[in-house]
């Protein structure tokens, strides 16, 4: 059995499981009384009751496919697991059934090389900023967003919501955690593309299919010390998109393991960040230049 093929079984059997209607409806029976820690267990004949099935035999056998992947039984009945929940959670949030009500947004923002106003596009449930005039895609930004992310926000907060979901899920990956499955994350510096066109960051889960390539500044913005270290010198993060960031100068320092100084530059002053092959920040230096 290859890689691919493992990584896709347990998928399958779990899956396969919800084949049948009356699995489907005694689950659902199941979460719609979801309320986190504090759900109450549902007994045996409130489930019977809740999906109208009278013949005990067929519903032992179907309650018991499910058990121990999709809900458990405790002293006082029975309660969803998290992996029920968080399919459930995970279809409220994509909405597969649904058309997206927007596929083209006006977010209000411009073009950071040629001052057009760019366009938000939203294909596979991927939003994009793309320029008309430059042909391309501003920064190579993309990023996923559930189709429940469109709802009820402008086109302006709906551009804020994927990069904000970006700048804390790139953030906890390269910390070591990913952001969907919670499993562990392989980051990796190219450093032969540190001063190329590509992006010389690859951060990859280890089990489920969660992986970006980016640039050097967006991963270290939820880092307190980076924050700081960038404010220090008028660099205000929380007030700007990736696009409007001063562009760090990147120099690779070692290459056994890699190690990159990044260097900001601004009126007020120069940060140097550190980082290691683990995107790990080693040493941050601020030197703040003095006000006239």
Sequence with gaps: ???GEGRLAQPRDAFALLSHDLRLEILLALLSHWEAVDTEPQRYSELMRAVGMEDSGKFNYH???LRGVYLRKTDAGYVPTASATALYRAVLAHRPTATPDRTHLDPGVDCPRCGAGLAGVYEREFFSLRCGS???VVEEFTYPLPKNGLAERTDREVLEAVYDRAREHIGLARRGQCPDCGGTTTRTVEASAVTETEPPIHIDCDTCT??????FMLPFLTDA??????DAVGVAVEECFPWELPNPTATVTDT???EVDLVVTTSEGEVTITTDSDLSVQEIRTDC????
């Design 225 to 230: 010390r980076v924050l700081a270290a960038l």
């Design 256 to 258: 056994e393991p890699a």
């Design 134 to 136: 430059c042909d391309s």
């Design 210 to 215: 969660w992986t970006v390539r980016t640039g």
């Design 1 to 3: 059995m290859t890689d």
């Design 63 to 65: 309650l018991d496919r």
């Design 289 to 292: 230049r003095a006000s006239e």
